[in-house]
């Protein structure tokens, strides 16, 4: 079993959308928790970044953690097309020994 | 807006050759980090340094693998000789604190 567990999809929605994409892990000891968007041919640019439960909100953005679950969440609202990329939930311990999700490959359609 | 460089962006070998990848930091950032990301897969972390020091390396293949930051700025990653299983993006980050981790454009290596 993996350390971090997340759907690859591909997830393909409407324009106006509301996305929900989703990971889960095994390892009760991550403490931080991120989410990287990543264009085709780019690296990974980070979103958001939470450290404990609960949501997080900046813009369009809202990160969810549920630590007694093991389950954090990114959810965009309004989605637009150039909302369109792979997702990756990374999570830490402590400074160091980051693990990715696989990502999650979304289309917003106009 | 300054940005994590890196080159070459693409780079085709044989199977046996070196190859060598590099990145130049944010400037500023202290901590360094190379990835390996094969496709449809996440980004796994090959060695992390904070500022010329090799703070984690431990999922480096150093019988092939091998990174350098001697001055504690920009760094170099070789791998001598190259297999087919190498192929992927090699993505160069880099950080002042923990919470934000910048990425470069990444080197697309194939090995045939």
């Known amino acids: 079993q993996k350390e971090v567990e997340q759907d690859p999809g591909p997830l393909s929605v409407p324009e106006g959308a509301i996305v929900s994409l989703n990971c889960t892990y095994s390892?009760?000891?991550?403490?931080?928790f991120m989410w990287y968007r990543q264009y085709s041919r780019k690296g990974p640019e980070l979103l958001m970044y939470t450290y404990s439960s609960g949501n997080k909100e900046d813009g369009r953005f809202t990160a969810q953690v549920d630590k007694s679950s093991k389950y954090i969440s990114l959810f965009i609202r309004d989605s637009q097309p150039s909302d369109s990329a792979t997702y990756l939930c990374?999570?830490?311990?402590?400074?160091?020994?980051?693990?990715f999700g696989a990502g999650t490959r979304l289309t917003v359609k106009p | 807006e300054a940005e994590v460089a890196q080159s070459p962006r693409y780079k085709i070998t044989e199977k046996s050759q070196a190859v060598a990848f590099w990145c130049d930091p944010i400037?500023?950032?202290?901590?360094l980090y190379w990835y390996r990301q094969i496709l449809g897969q996440g980004p796994e972390l090959l060695v992390q340094?904070?500022?010329?020091?090799?703070?984690?390396d431990s999922q480096l293949p150093k019988d092939r693998f091998s990174a350098e930051r001697l001055k504690g700025v920009d760094s170099t990653l070789k791998i001598q000789p190259a297999e087919l299983g190498d192929s992927a993006m090699y993505l160069c980050a880099s950080s002042v604190d923990r919470e934000s981790q910048y990425f470069g454009p990444g080197t697309r290596l194939t090995v045939l």
């Open positions: 990374a999570m830490r311990r402590g400074n160091n020994d980051m693990r």
């Open positions: 400037s500023g950032h202290a901590t």
């Open positions: 390892n009760s000891a991550f403490q931080y």
């Open positions: 340094f904070q500022d010329e020091s090799v703070v984690d």
